[in-house]
C-alpha cells in the first residue's frame, strides 16, 4: 500500500482539507489488495470510495502527477 497511497501522501498531504484527510484515513482501513484493484480499475469502486479525491489519487498514478 506504501506505493498506492504512500506516494500520493508524501505529494498531496500537506494541501489536504479536514474532509479530504478524514476520507485519506478511512482508506488506512481498506486492504491493500482492494485498493490496488480499484486505482488500476480491474474492479469497480464503491461510491462510497468513488469521490474527488480518489480520482485524485488515480490520476496521480495513471499520469505519473508529482505535485497537487
Not at 4 to 29: K, P, Q, Y
Not at 37 to 42: E, I, K, L, P
Request: net charge negative.
Amino acid at each position: 500500500m506504501d506505493y498506492i497511497i504512500g506516494r500520493f501522501a508524501d505529494a498531496h498531504l500537506t494541501v489536504l482539507n479536514d474532509s479530504e484527510l478524514d476520507t485519506f484515513e478511512s482508506w488506512l482501513e481498506i486492504p491493500d489488495q482492494q485498493m490496488f484493484a480499484w486505482v488500476n480499475g480491474s474492479e469497480p469502486t464503491p461510491a462510497e470510495v468513488d469521490g474527488p479525491l480518489f480520482r485524485r489519487l488515480c490520476d496521480f498514478h495513471s499520469k505519473g502527477l508529482t505535485t497537487p
